[in-house]
């Protein structure tokens, strides 16, 4: 058990290990929420703006891959303590879904890229908010 000096709260095993549940249960939400939110925006523009519409799509998608491959490193960064591997995994992350986007602008509109980041930092933002309400401590 752990104890917050400041506080005078202590932090049981009891309380990881809800804490953890939510936090699994925050990812699992956020990722369908985001895929299904994306997904409806996404065919609602499509007759009138079909390379955002796709970027959009597209973009919900690889924020959702983003989202689970950086949780999962964070989680086994806690787990290993090894840095190296953590930092190498985040270039790869950066490299790979900081292509898709310029993609988009070469093969369609330029700020076609705009909805690709759109969609890419729902989740972001979404886990953000959800973590709030999650974590609140009353």
Request: with cysteine.
């Amino acid at each position: 058990m752990q104890e917050d000096k400041s506080s005078g709260r202590s932090y049981s095993d009891a309380d990881a290990a809800a804490d953890l549940a939510a936090y699994l249960s925050l990812k699992r939400i956020i990722s369908i929420r985001s895929l299904v939110g994306v997904a409806v925006v996404a065919l609602l523009v499509v007759p009138w703006l079909p390379v955002p519409a796709l970027a959009l799509a597209t973009g919900g998608l690889c924020g959702v891959l983003n989202a689970q491959l950086t949780g999962g490193s964070g989680e086994r960064l806690l787990k290993n303590r090894n840095v190296g591997l953590f930092v190498l995994s985040s270039f790869l992350r950066i490299g790979v879904f900081g292509i898709v986007p310029v993609a988009f602008a070469v093969h369609g509109p330029w700020w076609s890229m705009a909805w690709y980041f759109a969609g890419f930092f729902l989740p972001l933002a979404l886990f953000a908010v959800g973590a709030v309400r999650a974590f609140e401590r009353k």
